[in-house]
């Protein structure tokens, strides 16, 4: 197992749901895979690997027989709303389905403790904060910097607003 993964590793998060860090060779991979992972969720972009390591990789997975989905949002930067809910729709998804996810960014404490949060709300059905404090309990480390966590809250009141029609309705 790679220095990376060992320092940063993975926890269950969710029924189904892992988050961590990014595999970064073979013994990564049968890292996830011992943990009967169907579905790895990549949030990095190919930047981030270093010469050869996303090629490794990708040859384990398909040794391994899992499956990888990949959303790139960019290291240390701003989550978009659209990614936002793109990503936690296609996570509850692959969830519905029975399927095990591997959810990952660089170090598995950003990115995708942003994205696990989301998801955590919305299976949940808690608000942004008390699904931060659930993660937290499962992963400690989870710590989505404080513009990710502006643009969570961003996207979680969005969500919650009823669009014109059902305001329609509700009248």
Not at 122 to 139: F, P, S
């Amino acid at each position: 197992m790679s220095r990376w993964f060992q320092r940063f590793g993975f926890q269950q998060v969710l029924d189904g749901l892992l988050v961590g860090a990014y595999p970064k060779d073979a013994d990564d991979v049968d890292e996830i895979a011992q943990a009967c992972v169907d579905v790895v969720y990549n949030l990095c972009e190919d930047a981030e690997y270093a010469r050869g390591e996303r090629d490794a990789v990708v040859r384990a997975l398909g040794r391994r027989g899992i499956a990888e989905r990949r959303l790139p949002m960019i290291d240390h930067g701003k989550l978009r709303p659209d990614a936002l809910e793109r990503a936690v729709g296609e996570l509850g998804s692959e969830l519905d389905a029975g399927r095990r996810v591997y959810l990952h960014c660089r170090a598995g404490w950003q990115r995708s403790a942003a994205v696990a949060a989301g998801l955590v709300a919305v299976r949940e059905g808690v608000d942004i904060e008390e699904a931060l404090d659930m993660l937290r309990d499962r992963k400690p480390t989870a710590e989505p910097l404080a513009h990710q966590l502006e643009a969570l809250h961003k996207w979680w009141r969005k969500r919650q607003r009823p669009g014109p029609g059902l305001r329609r309705l509700l009248r």
